[in-house]
């Protein structure tokens, strides 16, 4: 695997959320607009980046039947930073965000790509699958919430596009901003990639 | 022999009933309600009653095309489907959240399931819930509620501002609020003075209140759930009860237990949601604690939650409950008695 | 920021740890508890997200699950096929490196050429159809054509062909597992080389005047293709009414291809050919054949006359 | 009191064609055919030889073990051939061939009356093993197996099943109208084995005249007494007949001698007498020859292994309409595609439906009605049961006590959705059966 | 003491609020671990457990040292290794000690390390505050976390039962597994509303 596919595959391939079903919490919980799904995503992929690069340079000290913990500690320590820092520069953020930043800590997608990743591999390769990895999960988090905000409000990053184009009247369904609105977009979109992949089988297979 | 015969399994005849039958009795005993609505709403509650048939009609068979599957928009379910959603609304919604909401109940809550018989929520229901979180001012403001027209020859220009008002149920909640040691039958005459004039128990009975389009008859429903039982196609179980349960709970907490029984949605809610049979547990013994369940959930969300009314939620609440007690409620097989010792 | 805080942090996030540390490390002692070798080498390649998404409880419990129940091993989407092939390397459980087989149908009792014996209703199922007077098929052993073994194929390596009501099997997708053997109840899927090109198409044990009044393309049973002249290996042996193919010996079964009477030896090579090259091909056989025969009677002839001769010139 | 079990359903039963119909006899056929498996248990094996000559009532095979009957020669004449024939289920199984000579000559013994008072228990347990008698209601399990219960398992009552609660059906009706005593006699025989001390005939009310003819040959006996079912079905299946009698449920899994009691049908009790007073062995049974699209309806005495298109012909041959022929009653019966299957010792019914009566559906969805459950006499889950199979659940559904389920089709006749959940618990029984088979 | 206040906590984590349905806490073993009702009752039980446990193990770190000290800040990394390091030490003692209730029970354990839902009622038991700006108690964060822990359990179960039913669905191709999960979750979360704006005061 070269660097570039190893770079690329979390985008779609192997997306974190929609492909691999990690990190569901916050891809539900904090999509109601797209700047909370990408503010999300970025903190993520920053504390992705910042403990894989550690676990990877560190790799050769922990042993092996502690380092689950010594991960997570690791991982807390980005996760407060990250967490501090939005605190005092995109206080807005943060408070939107709320309790799901601390809970970074606890997304699967992070522990996994430490474990299953950085600790095995270079420091190079893991920053560069971090970087991949984050931006995949900032992907499906903003096409989430995007879906939400729209069919939500009728808005796009803020934009009231329905009122832009003149259309009045028509409201967004506020059930999509609502946690069951959450859980349907994943089930949708879910579905929608499996419909794809059936019928993508089914070209290629048959005849 | 030149003409092939026809091998089967055993058995080789079969009784007349079918679920296209069963579904269009259904439907046929809806017509007392829908008539009523018609007399008290005049031709908006038809006209968003067929708004919202067509809509699930639609949907069903664009659905059952695009999944290459038989489409079997002819068995009524989606037309039953399509008229209790457009008995839960009240008279004036814009008639596109109609549209919409009787898209999502079929597309969501029974085409993704695999469709009729497989889903696990009433359609209408999540319909219902589904509007009803999505528009909410439309679902509940007094501008979208009717009071009813009450003679044909008044159907024809009322404007909406003229007739609004708020159903019985939101006026005791609202007065609640603001005055939590009333008890009903004082808010019912207090809500007479807030220009909801003359509700009588009669009035509640026959239907000639405000409230969604099909929900406020409670004696064209009877009408219809008894033409039901004769058919056997109801288990009386659920409706009695659901209302009985509504009934001793209301009555323990101190309401008016007659008023809680003839007002709101509970009628539509007893004789035709709950009884729906694909959401409903298979076992008599499982009928009744589901329906124990929603007169439990019915008062509680009437009397302490955020909505006017409970009917609807408690059904969805029990409808996720029902493949647990079906689970628990296996019938007891014939012959698991303790082997008779021969002596 | 002072010194004394980031010391009392440090101080106390450490201490902190120390004491849970050690708390730990002495009860993994205290509490070590002997499970199977395999179970923690599987837990070790696993990610330990402990995600849940396989199902079983936690990683270890996937580990433990994967080695005493023998849990499908793909169900890691984490790990991806990394930590599949290396959860294979463990339990064993690559393909047995043997002969590649392919999967094929033994039947060619299409819509036109196979009869029915009644109108079948029930589950559009092999398996439930064969419940009502062994189905619907006037052969006994014919497919029933409800494509039981297309579903039991895991591989998207097998279809139904609309048209004549017969699976059809892919055989590059093919992996030769044999799902679909199992899965037929009338046993018409059958399992032969990769690398060869002909098979039988005919499972009927039936004698031949049922088969054909059954089925226009079913074994009568005439062992043409069984005689020394046809197939001079001897690869094709008759197994009751039945012919079948021994696919060690060395044969091109061509000879019999051509023979049969009922076409039942099918040539995967034929598919990608069009209907003129096939019956050229079958024209330049016959040819050949006819000359052979010929040349052979002649032989014959001669030797018989030879005989003739030399016992004429003995008397 | 009440006679009945709880759940069941009552088909409109179509007993009307023939329950007037006396019972006639057939003409001799030119050919039988005779199956060597004609009963639950190990196939009988075959003693005679093709070209040998036969005579009625010569056994043609020998018991293949304890649970297992002989056949006998029906016609006389020459045995043709011993070749694999379609059976009623449409499998092809061996069966002897036996041309006819039109003599129709009895083999020595067979039809002379005996002295059976002083036969014991053993004696008569024997003739009636040898005479082949296996269960005449469909289920054909050899009878002397029946009377032949451990010694630990006490028997109190014989219940002869006489309730032919299969729609329309009216051979036992028709048998008890016209040999009550045969029947009462064989009952007696029956009681004598076990040492039974009572014996029931159950009959449903829709027979009157049966009732009515049994209560009064009955009345001067005490311990036997006649009692009249609710019409239902399947109110003729065993565990159900004995619900409805004493009120005992038999354990699930086990058998009617669990609590003491053995059920027979009338017709079994007729041929039971036949065996141990006339020595007869069982070669000929009565055939009701019925259903909207026969011209003549009838209740005919036919020999084993006529074939059944002989008797269509000879209840006047098949309407326009035909549409399905079923050996047996419409529950339970299997539909036969070929018209030569040959009359076997459970044929209680050859059925010719038409279209209207015998229509075939499409399988819709289960909207969970719950009629099904409602209507099971077992009171079993069928729409579980069912979609455990489909779903290839094996496991569960045999947890659901798929293997109590007795086929009676009790819950696909009332389905709205038109499942056919008899024939999926035919695949899940079988599927159950193979996975124990390999454990 | 009030008593009220339980109640209100009680309805508040089971129905108004409900962890999974509400809250979106612990969604990864709400879907991962919920195709039987058994092992979901098990994974249920095993919630509750560590969910009591962890709160009164985090308010105790929380008022002991991390606001004698002042190191509020460190609360997450302080939070997480507290509940890390717990549930691995409960793991080891019940396989060791009784393991018939580890193979009902303890199997789950590792799967609650990183539910968002444990670390997650912990930091809600120390946010939360009532109306007059008082947080909450010992008690009550010890019965905030065991509620909690009810209410996911029936959601799990809820959940389970609802896909044990759709095993023998004919469900659509391209919605089997998990995308009809989360249709189905999204309709319980639907009929959840009808919980909100409850006030039970």
């Known amino acids: 695997m070269n660097k570039l596919q190893n770079f690329t595959k979390g985008f779609f391939k192997e997306n974190p959320v929609l492909v691999l079903a990690l990190g569901l919490c916050p891809s539900l919980a904090v999509t109601t607009s797209i700047e909370n799904g990408l503010g999300m995503g970025m903190a993520s992929t920053a504390v992705l980046v910042g403990s894989s690069t550690l676990v990877s340079m560190l790799k050769k000290y922990i042993p092996g039947s502690i380092r689950i913990p010594i991960f997570i500690v690791i991982i807390a320590t980005f996760v407060t930073l990250i967490d501090l820092t939005l605190q005092a520069f995109i206080p807005s953020l943060s408070e939107s965000l709320g309790l799901f930043i601390p809970l970074i800590v606890v997304n699967c997608i992070i522990l996994g790509r430490a474990e299953a990743f950085a600790s095995k591999k270079s420091v190079l390769d893991s920053i560069i699958d971090a970087i991949g990895m984050g931006i995949g999960f900032t992907i499906a988090l903003v096409l989430i919430s995007a879906v939400r905000e729209f069919a939500g409000t009728g808005a796009l990053y803020g934009y009231p596009l329905f009122q832009l184009m003149g259309i009045e009247g028509f409201k967004g369904s506020i059930l999509m901003i609502l946690p069951p609105g959450g859980f349907l977009t994943m089930g949708l979109i879910l579905g929608f990639m499996q419909w794809n992949k059936v019928r993508k089988a089914k070209n290629t297979g048959g005849k | 022999m030149d003409k092939m015969l026809i091998v089967s399994a055993n058995p080789h005849i079969r009784s007349k009933a079918s679920v296209t039958k069963i579904m269009h009795m259904v439907n046929l005993s809806l017509l007392p309600a829908l008539f009523m609505s018609y007399y008290y709403f005049g031709f908006r509650a038809i006209f968003l009653t067929l708004v919202s048939v067509v809509s699930a009609v639609v949907t069903e068979a664009a659905i059952q095309k695009f999944r290459k599957v038989p489409v079997t928009v002819s068995d009524g379910s989606a037309i039953l489907t399509g008229i209790l959603l457009a008995f839960n609304v009240p008279a004036y919604i814009p008639w596109w959240i109609v549209m919409l909401g009787s898209f999502f109940a079929i597309a969501i809550a029974k085409q993704a399931f695999g469709g009729l018989g497989f889903n696990i929520f009433n359609p209408a229901l999540i319909g219902r819930a589904f509007m009803l979180a999505s528009w909410p001012v439309e679902m509940t403001s007094n501008k979208f509620w009717a009071n009813p027209v009450a003679s044909f020859g008044a159907k024809t220009g009322q404007t909406m501002d003229a007739i609004s008002s708020a159903t019985p149920l939101n006026l005791v909640k609202t007065a609640l609020k603001a005055d939590p040691t009333q008890i009903t039958c004082d808010i019912l005459s207090k809500a007479n003075d807030a220009g909801y004039a003359g509700a009588t128990y009669w009035d509640l009975f026959v239907g000639n209140v405000s409230g969604c389009i099909g929900e406020t008859s409670f004696l064209a429903l009877l009408i219809g759930v008894i033409f039901l039982m004769i058919l056997g196609l109801v288990n009386w179980r659920v409706p009695f009860f659901y209302i009985g349960g509504v009934f001793v709970f209301t009555w323990l907490l101190g309401y008016d237990p007659v008023f809680h029984i003839l007002a709101g949605g509970l009628a539509l809610g007893a004789f035709y949601m709950a009884t729906d049979m694909v959401t409903s547990p298979i076992s008599n013994k499982g009928n009744i604690i589901f329906a124990i369940g929603l007169a439990f959930f019915t008062v509680a969300i009437r009397i302490w939650g955020g909505y006017p009314e409970g009917v609807s939620y408690s059904i969805l609440l029990m409808n996720c409950a029902v493949p647990l007690i079906n689970k628990f409620t296996v019938p007891k097989k014939f012959g698991c008695v303790k082997p008779v010792k021969a002596n | 920021m002072d010194t004394t805080q980031i010391i009392t942090a440090f101080l106390s996030v450490g201490l902190i740890g120390a004491i849970l540390g050690a708390v730990l490390a002495y009860a993994s002692k205290v509490f070590h508890v002997e499970v199977d070798p395999k179970v923690e080498k599987i837990a070790e390649i696993l990610p330990q997200a402990n995600c849940g998404a396989c199902g079983y409880p936690g990683c270890s419990g996937y580990a433990d699950a994967v080695v005493t129940k023998g849990t499908d091993i793909t169900l890691c989407s984490p790990g991806g096929q990394d930590v599949i092939d290396q959860i294979a390397s463990i339990m064993g459980v690559e393909a047995t490196a043997g002969k590649a087989m392919v999967a094929y149908c033994a039947c060619n009792g299409t819509k036109e050429n196979a009869k029915d014996r009644f109108e079948y209703y029930g589950p559009e199922k092999c398996s439930s159809a064969v419940f009502v007077s062994g189905g619907h098929k006037a052969c006994d052993y014919g497919c029933l054509g409800f494509g039981e073994c297309v579903e039991a194929c895991t591989f998207g390596a097998m279809y139904m062909d609309e048209k004549t009501g017969l699976p059809v099997v892919i055989d590059e997708k093919c992996v030769g597992c044999g799902a679909c053997v199992r899965a037929c109840p009338k046993d018409v899927m059958k399992l032969m080389p990769k690398d060869s090109k002909v098979y039988i198409a005919c499972n009927s044990k039936a004698k031949g005047k049922e088969v054909s009044d059954s089925c226009k393309v079913g074994c009568i049973g005439c062992k043409i293709c069984t005689l020394p002249n046809t197939t001079p290996s001897g690869a094709v042996k008759m197994e009751g009414d039945l012919p079948v193919i021994n696919y060690e010996l060395p044969d091109d079964l061509v000879a019999a291809k051509y023979k049969c009477p009922k076409s039942c030896f099918i040539d995967k090579g034929d598919a990608e050919k069009s209907a003129e090259e096939i019956a050229k091909e079958k024209a330049d056989w016959k040819a050949a054949d006819a000359e052979k025969t010929a040349a052979a009677k002649k032989a014959a002839l001669e030797k018989a006359e030879a005989a003739k001769a030399a016992k004429e010139a003995g008397m | ?439 | 003491m009030d008593f009220s206040h339980l109640v209100v906590i009680a309805v508040s984590s089971i129905f108004i609020n409900n962890f999974v349905l509400g809250r979106f806490l612990g969604i990864c073993p709400f879907i991962g671990v919920s195709k039987k009702i058994d092992s979901a009752l098990g994974m249920g039980m095993a919630v509750i457990f560590v969910m009591t446990l962890a709160s009164v193990v985090t308010y105790l770190i929380q008022t002991f040292v991390l606001v004698r000290f002042e190191l509020q800040y460190l609360q997450t990394i302080a939070f997480i290794l507290v509940i890390a390091s717990l549930v691995q030490f409960i793991e080891m003692f019940m396989k060791k000690n009784m393991p018939a209730l580890y193979q009902s029970l303890g199997v789950f354990l590792p799967l609650i390390t990183t539910n968002c839902a444990v670390l997650g009622v912990a930091i809600l038991n120390i946010d939360a505050t009532w109306a007059d700006g008082s947080h909450y108690n010992f008690i009550e964060s010890t019965w905030n976390g065991f509620t909690a822990g009810i209410g996911f359990t029936i959601a799990l179960l809820l959940m389970a039962g609802i896909r044990e039913r759709l095993e023998l669905a004919d469900i659509p191709e391209s919605m089997k597994g998990t995308p009809i999960t989360f249709i189905s979750a999204s309709l319980i979360a639907m009929a959840f509303l009808g919980f909100s704006g409850m006030s039970i005061m």
Not at chain 4, 249 to 268: A, F, H, Q, Y
Request: hydrophobic content about 35%.
């Open chain 4, 1 to 439: 009191m009440k006679y009945t079990f709880k759940g069941g359903y009552h088909p409109p039963d179509g007993k009307e064609f023939s329950e007037k119909k006396s019972i006639e006899k057939m003409p001799l056929p030119k050919t039988v055919a005779i199956h060597l498996h004609q009963h639950i248990g190990a196939p009988s094996k075959a003693i005679v030889a093709i070209g040998d000559e036969v005579k009625v009532g010569q056994p043609l095979s020998e018991a293949g073990g304890f649970v297992s009957i002989p056949v006998h020669a029906s016609i006389s004449g020459k045995v043709k051939a011993i070749a694999k024939i379609t059976d009623a289920g449409g499998n092809k199984s061996d069966a002897v061939i036996i041309e006819s000579d039109e003599k129709d000559e009895m083999f020595e013994g067979v039809g002379i009356k005996v002295d059976y008072d002083n036969f014991t228990a053993d004696e008569i347990k024997k003739k009636i093993a040898a005479c082949g008698i296996a269960g005449m209601g469909g289920a054909r399990f050899p009878t002397h197996v029946k009377l032949s219960p451990p010694a630990d398992k006490k028997i109190d009552y014989i219940i002869l099943n006489g309730v032919e609660c299969e729609p329309y059906l009216t051979a036992d009706d028709r048998l008890m109208q016209e040999s009550p005593e045969t029947i009462i006699e064989g009952l007696k025989l029956m009681m004598k084995t076990v040492n039974a001390s009572n014996g029931i005939i159950g009959i449903e009310k829709n027979k009157p005249d049966s009732i009515k003819i049994m209560t009064d040959k009955t009345s001067s006996i005490d311990n036997i007494k006649v009692i009249d079912l609710e019409v239902k079905y399947p109110q003729g299946g065993e565990k159900q007949l004995i619900y409805a009698a004493i009120k005992k449920e038999v354990p699930s899994g086990g058998l009617p001698m669990d609590v003491g009691v053995v059920v027979s049908n009338v017709g079994t009790a007729n041929a039971v007498y036949e065996a141990v007073a006339l020595n007869k062995p069982f070669y000929e049974r009565v055939v009701s020859v019925t259903g909207e699209s026969i011209k003549d309806p009838k209740n005919v005495l036919a020999r084993i292994g006529t074939p059944s298109s002989e008797l269509i012909e000879f209840a006047g041959g098949l309407k326009e309409d035909i549409y399905k022929v079923v050996n047996g009653g419409p529950m339970m019966g299997a539909a036969m595609y070929e018209m030569e299957a040959p009359v076997h010792k459970g044929t209680s019914g050859i059925l010719c439906l038409s279209k209207e009566n015998a229509k075939v559906f499409t399988e819709l969805a289960c909207i969970s009605c719950g009629k099904c459950v409602s209507v099971c006499p077992l009171k079993l889950l069928p729409t579980d049961i069912q979609l455990n199979i489909q779903h290839g659940k094996y496991e569960e559904s045999e947890k659901l006590g798929l293997l109590d389920c007795m086929l009676c089709g009790t819950c696909a006749y009332v389905c709205p959705s038109k499942r056919n959940l008899v024939h999926w618990f035919n695949v899940g029984k079988a599927k159950i059966a193979e996975m124990k088979r390999k454990a």
